[in-house]
Nanobody
Framework: QVQLVESGGGLVQAGGSLRLSCAAS????????LYWFRQAPGKERELVAT??????YYAASVKGRFTISRDNAKNTVYLQMNSLKPEDAAIYTC???????WGQGTQVTVSS
């Protein structure tokens, strides 16, 4: 069983940056894909980024601004978010679906 804990959310001005972390405990998850989702009030959940081995995927809305990476030694995945826009505001959640693991989410607020 793996537990995921996100951190790094907060309030930032438009154009600013945040780095989200998703730390896993209980077992290593480096061999499994990890997904970052986000959900804003009144909107559907959106897949933001995925990392699987050395392969990454980004939603069109964040490509070029967000970077997903992992540190296997720390059992942690990061989401570096640059040039943030008000529409990026949401609760961001990391997921390892292969292990049925969801984090509790971290709030990102972007002021215009």
């Amino acid at each position: 069983q793996v537990q995921l804990v996100e951190s790094g959310g907060g309030l930032v001005q438009a154009g600013g940056s945040l780095r989200l972390s998703c730390a896993a405990s209980g077992r290593t998850f480096s061999s499994y894909p990890l997904y970052w989702f986000r959900q804003a009030p009144g909107k559907e959940r959106e897949l933001v980024a995925t990392i699987s081995g050395v392969n990454t995927y980004y939603a069109a809305s964040v490509k070029g601004r967000f970077t997903i990476s992992r540190d296997n030694a720390k059992n942690t995945v990061y989401l570096q978010m640059n040039s943030l826009k008000p529409e990026d505001a949401a609760i961001y959640t990391c997921v390892v679906s292969a292990l049925g693991a969801w984090g509790q989410g971290t709030q990102v607020t972007v002021s215009s």
